[in-house]
């Protein structure tokens, strides 16, 4: 039986189911069965026309990996030329307000305030001593196998790995940090996409680097010191996720070159 989709198909069916449930003519008997017969028939040929219809020509169990990924690197496309445009106005800003500094009183002593923040901001290049600390997912096995009560999810770094680092290099007396070389400021959030890191809009794979300027002592006793980084030390142990750090005698960590805008803000009291 040939079957399409469309409004031709759904009235067929219609005419159909109801021809089955008119009256027979007198003398002749149905069996009781056979009342049902035509509800079936229209119930089998609506969930037909409702799969054709959302198919809509495609297969409805295809993988749709391949467009995610797709997606991914579209949408990172579009972040980056958004960010090389958002660079050269911010370029073209500070170049105009340069110019009406030197005439506007004003405007230069704002200009002024506003740079004795920067360093505070992370809006200026540092350097100094500090420590690197590298996380990174285990290897896949040779062979393929793992033990039974090994997960895939103990496989990997997740988001509060990161963060627990994070949290203990501040702590440690951190005087600034970057992560994948990007420096953090007051609103970066470290988020995790599956096995990625999420910050400012880009993905990034492991191995994922962070490095602080600080006392590298101080910054090392400090991870030690954090329950997180010490379950995830104690894991990389066990299955072979990587952990690592290394002194820095003197790192450069270069300024934020985002944008630094904020849709929300709250003066601290």
């Known amino acids: 039986m040939e079957y399409t989709s469309g409004t031709s198909s759904w009235r067929e069916a219609v005419r159909r189911g109801l021809r089955g449930l008119l009256p ?26 409702t799969s054709a219809t959302t198919a809509d020509g495609t297969s409805l169990r295809e993988d749709r990996r391949p467009e995610l990924t797709q997606l991914i690197e579209d949408r990172q496309e579009r972040v980056h030329a958004a960010e090389v445009r958002s660079a050269a106005l911010r370029a073209r800003v500070e170049e105009q307000t340069d110019q009406l500094a030197g005439t506007d009183l004003p405007i230069k002593q704002q200009q002024q305030r506003a740079s004795s923040y920067e360093l505070a901001a992370a809006f200026t290049k540092v350097h100094g001593p500090g420590l690197t600390v590298r996380l ?18 103990d496989l990997v770094v997740h988001q509060q790995d990161v963060q627990a680092a994070v949290n203990a290099l501040w702590a440690g007396g951190a005087e600034a940090m970057t992560i994948m070389g990007v420096r953090v400021i007051s609103t970066s959030a470290v988020r995790c996409v599956g096995n990625t890191l999420l910050l400012h809009g880009r993905v990034y794979s492991p191995p994922f680097i962070l490095t602080a300027i600080g006392d590298p002592v101080r910054l090392s006793g400090s991870l030690a010191a954090s329950e997180g980084v010490r379950q995830f030390r104690e894991a990389a142990a066990e299955v072979g996720l990587g952990y690592s750090e290394t002194v820095q005698r003197d790192v450069v960590l270069p300024a934020f070159d985002g944008s630094g805008a904020m849709s929300v803000a709250r003066v601290a009291e």
């Open 24 to 49: 027979r003519r007198s003398g002749e008997r149905r069996p009781g069965w056979s009342a049902g017969v035509p509800v079936i028939a229209f119930a089998a040929g609506l969930m037909f026309t």
């Open 136 to 153: 990174d997912d285990a290897p896949r096995p040779v062979d393929g196998n793992r033990p039974s009560d090994v997960s895939n999810d």
